[in-house]
């Protein structure tokens, strides 16, 4: 299955591998196994730097049973970057802001706000009075949408208590895929400055014999596997999202530590756009900051531990 998913990461991109994962079955595959199809597809895609409408299937699935309308013609905005939720209620005005990644063309997006001081869910379409944009910045090719309102008109989808339990689930996958694909991004990152330093030659060695290099590649590896060993846990925690929370967290670490290590490595060519390493670097970025990068987390899972007064089990020593 992962050899399968990762040929089809590395010889499509967009709509073409939507397809092709959809012939594969990725869906059922999904319902039946998430934990293998998140990791498996996710790892793969960040390994490949492509890019599909996988993330929304992830998303969408614990929303499904609260919806009046097949999953497939929903996209699920999350929060702009540094924000908890996509919009709040100003009075009688709904304002919003948020991001979707591996949009489908559908016209139907949710989104979760603060309504009344409650989160609750809420669909909104095309003449809702919200506007879309195609975000180009750090990595054009990521294709994410920003989606805007000042004054919008939505129904509500889900409220109350049942909306925080599927803010949480969603949250809790969305961190999970993205922690994974970070994963890939910063292994390619590796291999491109293993690569490197096996075959660039230094005082007549190559550069990779020596120690300095060496620590600096053994920190990265390191890093990153330490965030896998974190994702891998994430699913049999007894608290889903705190576990969510530090593996995207140490995922973002391990892309920051990577992309020092392996730049260093890399030394004048990992900065040329000739290069690879530079997409990569950019992916590992700009995910980590979505739902919460490596330098916010760590003070939300504090605080959560403060507010439970206990620490919950995350993984069986």
């Not at 600096?216 to 699913?235: F, K, M, T, Y």
């Not at 605080?303 to 995350?314: D, F, N, Q, Y």
């Amino acid at each position: 299955m992962a050899v399968t998913l990762s040929g089809l990461a590395e010889n499509h991109d967009g709509s073409e591998l939507a397809r092709a994962l959809e012939a594969f079955g990725f869906a059922d595959l999904l319902a039946e196994a998430p934990r293998y199809a998140v990791s498996a597809l996710f790892t793969a895609l960040g390994y490949a730097g492509s890019m599909s409408t996988s993330l929304q299937d992830v998303l969408l699935q614990p929303l499904a049973e609260h919806l009046p309308v097949p999953t497939t013609e929903c996209n699920v905005v999350l929060p702009a970057i540094g924000a908890g939720l996509v919009g709040t209620d100003q009075g009688e005005v709904l304002a919003l802001r948020g991001v979707v990644i591996g949009a489908r063309t559908v016209p139907m997006f949710l989104a979760p706000i603060a309504m009344e001081g409650e989160l609750t869910w809420i669909a909104l379409q095309g003449f809702s009075g919200i506007s879309t944009r195609r975000i180009e910045g750090l990595d054009p090719a990521l294709a994410m949408i920003e989606v805007t309102g000042a004054d919008v008109t939505a129904d509500v989808v889900i409220a109350g208590e049942r909306a925080v339990a599927a803010w949480d689930a969603v949250a809790t996958a969305g961190r999970l895929a993205l922690g994974y694909q970070i994963l890939g991004a910063v292994g390619q990152m590796i291999d491109l400055a293993v690569d490197h330093a096996r075959s660039r030659v230094q005082f007549g060695r190559p550069i990779g014999s020596f120690q300095a290099v060496r620590n600096r590649l053994v920190d990265a590896h390191i890093a990153r596997q330490s965030a896998a060993a974190a994702l891998a846990g994430a699913w049999d925690a007894d608290d889903a999202v705190l576990a969510g929370l530090l593996a995207k967290s140490l995922a973002g670490r391990a892309a920051r530590i990577a992309a020092t290590q392996c730049q260093q490595v890399l030394a004048g060519i990992g900065f040329t756009a000739e290069h690879p390493f530079h997409r990569f670097l950019a992916r590992a970025l700009v995910l980590d900051s979505v739902l919460g990068s490596a330098a916010e987390l760590p003070a939300v899972i504090g605080a959560r531990l403060i507010s439970a007064g206990s620490i919950p089990r995350l993984v069986d020593l």
